[in-house]
Nanobody, 124 residues
Framework: QVQLVESGGGSVHAGGSLRLSCAASRRTNSNNGMAWFRQAPGQEREFVAG????????LYSDSVEGRFTISRDRAASTVFLQMNTLEPEDTAVYYCAVGRSAYASRNTGSYAYWGRGTQVTVSS
């Protein structure tokens, strides 16, 4: 069983930045795609960004394209999400996930392991 621990969430004003990190309990995800999803109160979990095993394939949702950057450190089994120019609409619990394959995907069903989430709150 892979355990994922997210960190880096917090409260910022609109226009601010945060950097999320997600560390895996063991190095089983180095050959798997990873991703960030988010879920706001009363809404479904939505895809934010994904990255393939090598880091050269990256996917973003339209709402974060150009503002967020996903990256990974395979040696440390860690994935990051740099979030810039944050907006109140970005407020949510952010979850990282390890994929079932080597590739990034926008679908929740493509991910086998999930973290417990970290809260991001953006005030106007």
């Amino acid at each position: 069983q892979v355990q994922l621990v997210e960190s880096g969430g917090g409260s910022v004003h609109a226009g601010g930045s945060l950097r999320l990190s997600c560390a895996a309990s063991r190095r089983t995800n180095s050959n798997n795609g990873m991703a960030w999803f988010r879920q706001a109160p009363g809404q479904e979990r939505e895809f934010v960004a994904g990255i393939n095993w090598s880091g050269d394939q990256k996917l973003y949702s339209d709402s974060v394209e150009g503002r967020f950057t996903i990256s990974r450190d395979r040696a440390a089994s860690t994935v990051f999400l740099q979030m810039n120019t944050l907006e109140p609409e970005d407020t949510a619990v952010y979850y990282c996930a390890v994929g079932r394959s080597a590739y990034a995907s926008r679908n929740t069903g493509s991910y086998a392991y999930w973290g417990r989430g970290t809260q991001v709150t953006v005030s106007s």
